[in-house]
């Protein structure tokens, strides 16, 4: 399904398409386009606006009797041409109505100088009129069109002028701001301006992001996440972090952090609570990339659509915008063997969609999945050339343990020197970096109700009260470390790549 936009539509139509179905949760946009592209048509005319409570209107002229959809078509039909319409809400009638698709498939074989463009929420067209409609998606604008229309309203907006005029280069960069920002969303993002009376360039960035973070979270799909976590904020994992310093090395961060040579992605296998989420949180910032998690299980509860159009609806907001980290957490809870075997068709256009946008994205998308389960991936995700490469991170060793305590408790603002570092360390063996941070917790708490500083006592106390997962899932840790020995990286130890 080609992406709408309007050279696209005008070309559809100027070689003969004359029934069009767009696919568009974005009306006013499609209205928008379909008004410029009849311009680009010689003797076209303004066109027709069809919906369903006031019928056709045309130059704020109503057209009496047209509400009723049969009698809309049957207008349209009469009418001498070359004329264009768009029916907003047609597609709400076209269901088990043979009478609506019968008069669309007589529209599509007499009408050679009239145009019917339809919009509609479904992706889904009836099986009568896939032969007659040309389908197009309503995707998110590109950063030429963005531009286009910051231009536009800086002609409307004097505080937008005004900053523009103080920093040339300034449209550009709200232009990379706004990307997978509607054309609405823009405008109201950059409207707001005017409750603060004065704007600079970096304000109006930040508004526009803010914009964007709020756009995403309401989709229920995506969460824009918010992150500034640095490498020396994450304890252990040399291996990923040489991985992730060798790229930047040999392409340069600045090319990295503006889609230039930016790597395909990594695939983060492990013990849950090892580290896994805070080395994708960490590549984002390290990289300068705004950070996007799926949640595969809003793709699979239906409350937005099929699992394969919520998925491809996730897909397009990343590929809007790009660059970015695209952060699929728990990737086998979505994508599994096993799913794959139970839910039959929906499960295996999932895995379809994944593998081959994963193949052919062109966008600057870096995909961080982790899971904690990789048996049960399908062996078609796990194949080279879908991840750059496949990392296991597994419980911290000694010296990672005393890292992960020194940043902890700095974090915490702690005096180090009141506690025994490597005596924690050493009483934490089998311990996560999850577990580690929640008896430091629980030390503090104790500390807290007392009203004195933490000791090392308090330490010991909660290390005595805590089983850790290596104890009460043992024969599963296990079963995971011998599955990713020799198939996987590891994120500590000797390099072996």
């Known amino acids: 399904m080609e992406d709408l936009d309007v050279q696209g539509l005008a070309r559809a139509i100027s070689i003969g398409a004359n029934l069009i179905y767009v696919q568009t949760d974005k009306e006013r946009r499609t209205e928008w386009i379909v008004l410029q592209a009849a311009q680009l048509l010689k003797g076209m005319g303004v066109p027709y606006m069809w919906n369903c409570t006031s019928g056709f209107s045309r130059n704020g002229n109503a057209v009496p009797d047209t509400a009723d959809p049969l009698r809309a078509l049957d207008f349209a039909l009469a009418d001498a041409g070359p004329a264009l319409f768009l029916f907003k809400d047609l597609a709400c009638f076209w269901k088990d109505n043979p009478f609506v698709i019968r008069k669309l498939k007589d529209f599509a074989v007499r009408s050679r100088q009239k145009v019917a463009v339809l919009t509609g929420l479904d992706e889904t067209v009836p099986q009568g009129l896939r032969e007659d409609l040309t389908l197009f998606h309503q995707g998110l604008p590109l950063v030429g069109e963005i531009t286009a229309y910051l231009d536009l309203m800086r002609k409307k907006e004097p505080l937008l002028a005004a900053a523009c005029d103080a920093e040339p280069g300034l449209l550009a960069r709200l232009a990379v701001a706004a990307r997978g920002l509607d054309l609405a969303d823009i405008d109201r993002g950059v409207r707001t301006l005017r409750l603060a009376g004065a704007a600079k360039g970096d304000a109006i960035v930040q508004t526009l992001l803010r914009t964007k973070q709020m756009?995403?979270?309401?989709?229920?799909?995506?969460?824009?996440?918010?992150?500034?976590?640095?490498?020396?904020?994450?304890?252990?994992?040399?291996?990923?972090?040489?991985?992730?310093?060798?790229?930047?090395?040999?392409?340069?961060?600045?090319?990295?952090?503006?889609?230039?040579?930016?790597?395909?992605?990594?695939?983060?296998?492990?013990?849950?609570?090892?580290?896994?989420?805070?080395?994708?949180?960490?590549?984002?910032?390290?990289?300068?990339?705004?950070?996007?998690?799926?949640?595969?299980?809003?793709?699979?509860?239906?409350?937005?659509?099929?699992?394969?159009?919520?998925?491809?609806?996730?897909?397009?907001?990343?590929?809007?915008?790009?660059?970015?980290?695209?952060?699929?957490?728990?990737?086998?809870?979505?994508?599994?063997?096993?799913?794959?075997?139970?839910?039959?068709?929906?499960?295996?256009?999932?895995?379809?969609?994944?593998?081959?946008?994963?193949?052919?994205?062109?966008?600057?998308?870096?995909?961080?999945?982790?899971?904690?389960?990789?048996?049960?991936?399908?062996?078609?995700?796990?194949?080279?050339?879908?991840?750059?490469?496949?990392?296991?991170?597994?419980?911290?060793?000694?010296?990672?343990?005393?890292?992960?305590?020194?940043?902890?408790?700095?974090?915490?603002?702690?005096?180090?020197?009141?506690?025994?570092?490597?005596?924690?360390?050493?009483?934490?063996?089998?311990?996560?970096?999850?577990?580690?941070?929640?008896?430091?917790?629980?030390?503090?708490?104790?500390?807290?109700?007392?009203?004195?500083?933490?000791?090392?006592?308090?330490?010991?106390?909660?290390?005595?009260?805590?089983?850790?997962?290596?104890?009460?899932?043992?024969?599963?840790?296990?079963?995971?470390?011998?599955?990713?020995?020799?198939?996987?990286?590891?994120?500590?130890?000797?390099?072996?790549?």
Request: proline share 4%.
């Open 215 to 497: 756009v995403i979270r309401e989709s229920g799909i995506m969460e824009f996440v918010d992150n500034d976590l640095m490498p020396d904020q994450l304890g252990g994992m040399e291996n990923l972090k040489h991985w992730m310093q060798r790229r930047e090395s040999a392409f340069g961060l600045e090319n990295i952090s503006s889609g230039v040579n930016l790597p395909k992605g990594i695939l983060i296998m492990g013990i849950s609570g090892c580290g896994k989420s805070l080395f994708v949180k960490v590549i984002a910032a390290r990289w300068r990339l705004p950070l996007i998690r799926l949640d595969m299980a809003a793709v699979y509860g239906g409350s937005y659509g099929s699992p394969e159009s919520s998925l491809r609806k996730a897909f397009r907001t990343a590929e809007a915008v790009a660059p970015c980290v695209l952060w699929i957490d728990e990737i086998e809870a979505g994508i599994s063997s096993q799913g794959f075997k139970e839910e039959g068709g929906a499960a295996s256009r999932v895995l379809g969609s994944f593998l081959t946008w994963m193949q052919e994205k062109r966008e600057p998308i870096f995909v961080a999945a982790t899971a904690n389960a990789i048996e049960m991936l399908p062996a078609e995700v796990l194949r080279k050339g879908r991840f750059d490469e496949i990392f296991f991170v597994g419980l911290p060793d000694i010296k990672e343990r005393e890292e992960i305590f020194r940043i902890h408790l700095s974090r915490q603002k702690i005096n180090l020197k009141a506690i025994d570092v490597p005596l924690s360390a050493e009483a934490t063996d089998g311990y996560s970096g999850a577990e580690i941070e929640q008896a430091i917790q629980t030390a503090i708490f104790e500390a807290l109700a007392e009203r004195r500083p933490v000791v090392q006592q308090d330490l010991m106390i909660a290390f005595s009260r805590t089983v850790p997962l290596s104890k009460t899932m043992a024969e599963q840790i296990k079963k995971i470390e011998a599955w990713a020995y020799k198939r996987a990286v590891p994120a500590s130890g000797k390099y072996k790549r």
